[in-house]
């Protein structure tokens, strides 16, 4: 199975390892990705500019089709404007046209037919939880975890149609084939605080604090995120005195899987990021 790799602007900068696990991973279930030039996808022109926002997705699904694949990203910010561009495009005529004739001034053509699919429920709804139940070979420790679902990719539904956006569990049903225990919390589905930090440090702070505490509350070890922004909100050097003063671990689900599939430490990026000891003798 070949896909596009859309990494998004993020990830090669401040999560390097959320790239080098994803690549791993992908390559451990029999993915090949493939790497386009692909550019923004749009979302931080979307409060100034709502056509250049949808066009910078809209350009992307056009490189994709060129070479007739699909995409694939593990950020959910870019998923979510992916799929809101797609809605767009194909709800709006005038919009179209104008998105059509940009397209035709690079000699290039999309005809709609490119999905975007994020990693997780390209996991579960392509390749399947009991198919990569039966891959993994290393039992991994009865953590107590929390998932961080991540906005964009959960609303709106009618656009995204990822999971129920409210009480979706893909997400958790993923985690729990690797040994690791899913616990119930409050604030799964609300935003991490990210998307304001430039803008509004303390109230992205306040978000991040009121989360660490639900977290905790719910007797949660780690926090486990599949989304660019939620990662680098758990992580920033700003905010990681916080996650340290809350005794809660921010971790990538591409690390915890790929972990239990038998994928070397190496390739998971933990010689960057050290997290924990994922395996149990």
């Given at each position: 199975m070949k896909l596009a790799y859309f990494p998004g602007c993020k990830i090669n900068?401040?999560?390097?390892?959320?790239?080098?696990?994803?690549?791993?991973?992908?390559?451990?279930?029999?993915?090949?990705?493939?790497?386009?030039?692909f550019n923004c996808c749009g979302y931080p022109a979307r409060s100034t500019s709502f056509e250049v926002s949808v066009f910078s997705s809209i350009r992307n699904f056009a490189l994709a089709r060129k070479y007739d694949l699909d995409i694939i990203t593990p950020c959910k910010c870019c998923f979510g404007q992916l799929k809101y561009a797609s809605y767009q495009w194909h709800?709006?005529?005038?919009?179209k046209q104008k998105m059509d004739c940009l397209l035709a001034d690079e000699n290039l053509?999309?005809?709609?037919?490119?999905?975007i699919k994020h990693l997780l429920s390209f996991l579960y709804d392509d390749i399947g939880v009991l198919e990569i139940k039966k891959k993994i070979n290393h039992k991994l420790p009865e953590k107590k975890i929390v998932t961080q679902y991540g906005c964009h990719a959960l609303r709106p539904f009618t656009i995204t149609g990822f999971?129920?956006?409210?009480?979706?569990?893909?997400?958790?049903?993923?985690?729990?084939?690797?040994?690791?225990?899913?616990?119930?919390?409050?604030?799964?589905?609300?935003?991490?605080?990210?998307?304001?930090?430039?803008?509004?440090?303390?109230?992205?702070?306040k978000i991040?604090?009121?989360?660490?505490?639900?977290?905790?509350?719910?007797?949660?070890?780690?926090?486990?995120?599949?989304?660019t922004h939620c990662q680098i909100q758990y992580t920033d050097l700003s905010f990681q005195n916080e996650c340290q003063k809350h005794h809660i671990?921010?971790?990538?689900f591409t690390q915890i899987l790929g972990a239990a599939l038998g994928i070397k430490k190496e390739k998971l990026g933990e010689d960057r990021l050290p997290i924990f000891d994922l395996?149990?003798?």
């Open positions: 900068f401040y999560l390097k390892d959320y790239d080098t696990s994803f690549k791993s991973l992908m390559e451990k279930l029999g993915v090949d990705l493939v790497q386009l030039p709800e709006n005529k005038e919009l053509f999309w005809d709609g037919k490119t999905k999971d129920n956006p409210h009480a979706p569990q893909i997400f958790e049903e993923l985690i729990n084939i690797t040994g690791f225990k899913t616990v119930e919390w409050s604030k799964s589905t609300e935003c991490c605080g990210n998307p304001i930090y430039e803008t509004n440090k303390n109230l992205s702070l991040l604090n009121s989360k660490l505490n639900a977290a905790l509350e719910s007797g949660a070890d780690h926090i486990c995120t599949a989304c671990t921010p971790v990538l395996r149990v003798s």
